[in-house]
């Protein structure tokens, strides 16, 4: 199977128009802006449990998520709230979801690691490391089993291509041709350890080895992710799934938001280097300014919106109302 | 009323639940031509074909994780687990994923599908192929548990099962498959949550699931031959448990033996006989009795195994005693 | 309105952050992003990134100090004019104070001081409350920032915790010896001496009104603690085998199990050895026949009482107009019986049953008559045993009656012109003395005031 690598290309930029190109740097600045406030909320003690952070990554999850419609599924991970923005999520009822509140998207029961919003497909973050992979191909069974062209994409780390129910999920993805892509987040570490020593062998040929068309991407390039997307959803569509994509990305902060004494693992010149240098969203801003997109007044002033939009999300979320004792045991089960 | 084997029972309930709902479908290992090793699942493939009876790999955790995610996107899957044994390498797709989706998401997201699998030793398959293990599941919230004791229960509680919204393990017991029992020809269900009083009696209750409905049957055919009128409650869903009728019963008898095949400590027995301690307390002139299999590996040696498991002659020992005031010193008999 | 810059917590188990050095000074312009200080937590130095464009002001802390998580130790104010009397965001109070006040658990309406809030910190990893052993300043005094303001008393060390600003103790929201939960705001620190420095208690937020921390409110709310339950069998002797069965109906039938013993029948018992039982006990079945006065269990025992009738007429008059619920009196008082009866027998939630009789019969026999509503019809008790009899007699003119009890005590309510005679007879093996003076007077209370009993 070929692996290719997709660059940021005159071919990518054609395929879109300026509102396209600005709504994928307005969810990017989403992502980041929610994840400063929710590590506030954390820092200043007033978050209940840790949560993990997406910042650095915002360009795999809105690449991806911009190439999907809502009726497209996805699954996300205990380092999950950027997907979620990226498949359309609202930062009300994403904070009140952090903070336990009953108006958060599941009243305040599943909190960081467990947020779902169906509406938008999201089928939800899962706080066991690979646990969410037998539940997108299961996503993508049923669209086969009852004729939709719904598209499944099962995010995952670099950490998870160590547990072996991925390898037992895409042998039967690959056996039916299920319409799945298997988006491999691969910020170089597993938890608190270089990904090199904890992954014998390529990651990709791990899909290979199924006879999964498999690709390697710049996941700090969101035209270049959501261009690769956007062909292989359209083939699954046409039943030629499964495909793997491992997307080259960094977290900027530690495994989790309490990890913070990380030299043991991994130098401050590299995250330096990651940050000044390989942003996503500082990319994205200079080719939007570059190619007359936005001005830099423009973005500066969209950034300041949203700033506001979290602020307030989070005044409010601060505020809301706990759900009631009475909800403890509710939703135990289904009527 | 015609008769027909559990294995036929269970056969009929899936393929007129494929008929009704076409959303529902079989997975697992060799369900389809081979419909599975005890042959429950023949001639199901031939009418909905291999798309919804679908064969899988020898990959349990897969099949299973795929069957949540199915049922969470508008599928109703039935996963069929070869053996109850199996239910160990399927605990996290089961029990953190499927049994706490529809509470972790607030109500938003529900797991309505179905797990088939079975239990009971003495087919003398040792220690891996034997196991009762319905007890491990029955702990976690989130997920329901039905134990058919016939072919009539094998069918109504397994269409009741698929068109439940949560997640339901079905345990059948794997030495029933050939027993017939009477079955309608016109379509029942058997709702969750309701005992059946297979009979009734006066001076001790026999409380039993699955295949030691049998066994609590024959020791009150024992019992009454000495002058003893046992009554036989099956619960036939453990979760949700009928426990007004359990405690209405023993309020009779003032005396209970609880029977089930999985281990007996921290087991099915012990949940039960807790719920009569505390609810009917004032009502009991004994001690409420366990019997449940004894705590070791299921042995290979029949003569080994037929020691673990309890039998009628075991039971009507324990309900003499009982009724005769007797002091118990702890001790339980399996076997007479 | 300026951003607060707050000790952060890093590490998973970190209480207190050490300022190891400030990179910025006060007044100095800062850009988001700026390395403001570096602290030290679990062993390692890191820098404390600035949240917001500004100038920074209002440094509470310095070098060298150890400062709780979740103190603001400066603030960023908007311009280089603002930074020079800039004050925390979370306390200048001056848009919202209220809203800021509940949010940390303080619910009083009415204003306090503005300053410097300090916070009950969250020392200890499981810590939701902490106790404050003394408070070291008094309202009004001035205070030093390294001043020691208060102890506090968590995870069983008392640590002592600094006013970490100068200035005066303008509010102290706190008692000594009181637990206050974490994070809450336990006293103010005025730049300005007050005018009326305020001292009070701590009061805590409902759980529902948003308060500061999640960690602190997570909990289950709590559950009311059981009053302990007496043994329900009143009266006996020694420690006897038997099942909860035969104890409860040996009760319910006035019979003592030591007769069991006394006579050499071997335990446990069951309730077939009821049936022997009865045969011992010296019943008198027959009514009016002369009591047997072998064993004290049997002797024939009386109480009387008296009580105005107003106040249950008036009830059951207002019962009639108010709420249109019309009820045979014989109703009220058997709910009265049984209430009485389980205080003063101790039975806790054990089940009890009541016959009530009238002048000819047997009225009926009602299961827990205490524990239903007036509203709600009682559940009839079918053929189990009565614990006690209640008898109305107020329809006759009967103005007193002494009966032999066979079975259960008997409870006479007869009506004597304005007052109803109340009377027990009872045999001691099925209540002590006291038991039934206690009983009695719990009636008669419930008689004479009835709606302070039922409402």
Redesign the interface.
């Known amino acids: 199977m070929s692996t290719s690598k997709t660059k940021n290309s005159a071919q990518a930029s054609a395929k879109h128009n300026a509102e396209d190109f600005l709504r994928m740097y307005r969810q990017m600045v989403r992502i980041r802006t929610f994840e400063?406030n929710a590590n506030?909320l954390?820092?200043?003690?007033?978050?209940?449990?840790?949560t993990h952070m997406y910042s650095g990554e915002e360009a795999v999850a809105v690449g991806i998520c911009e190439a999907l419609r809502v009726t497209d599924?996805i699954?996300s991970t205990h380092r999950g709230h950027g997907h979620c923005v990226a498949k359309g999520a609202e930062f009300k009822e994403m904070f009140c979801e952090l903070?336990?509140k009953e108006e958060?998207?599941?009243?305040?029961?599943?909190g960081s690691m467990?947020i779902?919003d169906?509406s938008n497909g999201n089928?939800?973050a899962?706080a066991?490391v690979g646990?969410?992979?037998?539940?997108?191909?299961?996503?993508?069974?049923?669209?086969k089993?009852?004729g939709k062209d719904d598209v499944?994409v099962c995010f995952f780390g670099d950490g998870a291509t160590a547990q072996?129910?991925m390898y037992?999920?895409m042998?039967?993805a690959a056996?039916w041709n299920l319409p799945i892509i298997y988006a491999c987040e691969n910020n170089g570490y597993s938890e608190y350890t270089k990904t090199a020593e904890i992954a014998a062998g390529s990651i990709t040929g791990r899909a290979e080895a199924f006879g999964i068309e498999a690709h390697t991407v710049d996941g700090q390039d969101v035209l270049a992710v959501n261009s690769l997307t956007e062909q292989l959803v359209e083939r699954c569509r046409k039943g030629e799934g499964p495909f793997f994509m491992e997307l080259m990305t960094y977290r900027y902060h530690g495994h989790h938001v309490?990890d913070?004494?990380r030299?043991y693992y991994r130098s401050k010149d590299e995250e330096k280097d990651w940050r000044e240098n390989k942003d996503p969203i500082t990319q994205f801003a200079r080719h939007l300014t570059s190619e007359g997109i936005a001005t830099e007044e423009e973005l500066e002033a969209m950034q300041a919106e949203i700033k506001a939009d979290a602020t307030a999300a989070v005044e409010y979320a601060?505020?809301?109302?706990?759900p009631?004792?009475s909800e403890?045991d509710?939703?135990?089960?289904?009527? | 009323m015609r008769e027909i084997t559990l294995s036929q029972a269970v056969n009929e309930a899936l393929a007129e639940e494929m008929r009704r709902d076409e959303t529902v479908f079989i997975i697992g290992e060799d369900v389809a031509e081979a419909g599975t090793p005890f042959k429950v699942l023949s001639g199901l493939v031939e009418e909905f074909g291999t798309a919804r009876v679908v064969d899988t790999p020898i990959a349990e955790p897969g099949f299973m994780g795929i069957a949540v995610g199915a049922a969470m996107t508008g599928s109703r899957p039935v996963v069929d687990l070869m053996f109850g044994d199996f239910i160990f390498l399927i605990m996290d797709q089961l029990c953190n994923q499927a049994a706490k989706t529809h509470y972790m998401s607030g109500g938003k997201l529900s797991v309505p599908l179905v797990l088939r699998t079975n239990l009971g030793a003495t087919r003398r398959s040792a220690a891996q192929h034997s196991q009762s293990l319905h007890a491990l599941v029955a702990h976690i919230p989130g997920l329901k548990v039905a134990l058919p004791s016939s072919a009539y229960e094998a069918k109504g509680l397994m269409k009741t099962a698929i068109r439940d919204n949560n997640p339901v393990v079905i345990f059948e017991d794997k030495l029933m498959y050939q027993e017939k029992a009477g079955v309608p020809d016109e379509e029942y269900l058997i709702p969750f949550g309701v005992a059946n009083v297979k009979r009734e009696g006066t001076d001790i209750t026999l409380i039993a699931t699955s295949s030691m409905v049998q066994v609590a049957e024959k020791a009150a055919e024992i019992l009454a031959a000495e002058g003893i009128s046992a009554e036989v409650i099956d619960p036939r869903t453990i979760v949700p448990l009928d426990e007004a009728a359990l405690i209405k019963s023993v309020k009779k008898t003032s005396r209970a033996i609880v029977i089930d095949e999985g281990h007996q400590s921290y087991g099915v027995t012990s949940e039960i006989a807790s719920r009569l301690n505390e609810k009917a307390f004032y009502h009991l002139d004994a001690p409420v009795l366990r019997m449940g299999a004894m705590d070791v590996p299921v042995p290979f040696s029949p003569a080994l195994e037929d020691l673990t498991v309890p039998t009628p002659e075991g039971v009507a020992a324990n309900a003499r005693k009982l009724v005769a005031g007797e002091m118990l010193d702890g001790e339980m008999i399996h076997a007479a | 309105m300026p951003h607060d810059v707050i000790m952060p917590a890093l590490g998973m188990a970190q209480d207190t952050g050490l300022i190891v050095s400030w990179l910025k000074k006060p007044g100095d312009a800062v850009k988001t992003g700026d390395a403001l200080m570096e602290v030290e937590t679990d062993k390692a130095v890191m820098e404390v990134e600035a949240l917001a464009d500004g100038f920074l002001a209002a440094v509470s802390a310095e070098a060298g100090d150890h400062v709780p998580v979740g103190q603001v130790v400066a603030v960023i104010a908007e311009t280089a004019d603002a930074a020079s009397t800039a004050v925390p965001a979370s306390n200048s109070g001056a848009a919202e104070p209220d809203e800021a006040l509940a949010a940390r658990g303080d619910t009083s309406s009415d204003t306090l001081p503005s300053g410097a809030e300090i916070i009950m910190p969250a020392l200890g990893m499981a810590q939701d409350t902490g106790l404050i052993v003394a408070w070291r300043k008094q309202p009004g005094d001035p205070v030093a920032a390294s001043d020691v303001l208060l102890e506090v008393e968590t995870d069983k060390s008392v640590m002592e915790v600094e006013a970490g600003h100068d200035g005066f103790v303008a509010a102290i929201l706190a008692d000594a010896q009181q637990a206050v939960p974490v994070g809450s705001v336990i006293a103010i620190i005025s730049a300005e001496k007050p005018e009326n420095a305020v001292a009070r208690s701590h009061k805590s937020a409902p759980a529902d009104d948003g308060e500061a921390s999640g960690n602190a409110v997570a909990k289950a709310p709590p559950i009311a603690a059981e009053k302990p339950r007496t043994a329900g069998v009143p009266a006996s002797g020694g420690r006897i085998l038997a099942s909860p069965k035969t104890r409860r109906l040996a009760m319910e039938k006035g019979l003592d199990l030591n007769l069991l013993v006394e006579n050499g029948v071997p335990q446990p018992y069951h309730v077939s050895d009821l049936k022997l039982l009865e045969t011992l006990t010296p019943s008198d079945k027959t009514a009016g026949a002369i009591p047997a006065p072998a064993s004290a269990g049997s002797l024939p025992m009386h109480i009387g009482a008296r009580i105005a009738a107003s106040g249950c007429d008036e009830f059951i008059a207002w019962l009639a107009e108010d709420g249109d619920i019309r009820l045979e009196p014989r109703l009220i008082w058997l709910r009265f019986a049984a209430a009485a009866f389980r205080e003063a027998a101790g039975l806790g939630d054990m089940p009890l049953i009541v016959e009530t009789r009238t002048v000819r019969k047997t009225d009926g026999r009602f299961a827990d008559a205490d524990r239903s509503r007036l509203s709600k019809p009682l559940s009839d008790a079918g053929d189990e045993l009565p614990s006690i009899v209640l008898r109305d007699l107020s329809g006759s003119p009967i103005t007193a009656a002494t009966g032999s009890a066979p079975d259960a005590p008997v409870l006479t309510v007869c009506r004597e012109r304005e007052d109803y005679a109340v009377s027990l007879d009872y045999r001691a093996g099925q209540l002590d003395e006291d038991q039934a003076i206690e009983f009695v007077t719990g009636f008669v209370d419930r008689l004479g005031e009835p709606l302070r009993h039922l409402l």
Not at chain 1, 42 to 50: I, V
């Open positions: 400063d506030q954390y820092l200043s003690a007033k978050m209940p449990g840790l599924k699954t903070l336990g958060g998207y599941c009243r305040g029961k599943g467990h779902a169906q089928l939800g899962n066991i646990g969410s992979m037998g539940i997108a191909t299961g996503a993508a069974f049923t669209a089993l009852l499944t072996g129910l037992e999920v042998n039967m056996l309490g913070i004494n030299e601060l505020k809301a109302k706990y009631d004792a403890v509710m939703h135990v089960y289904a009527a």
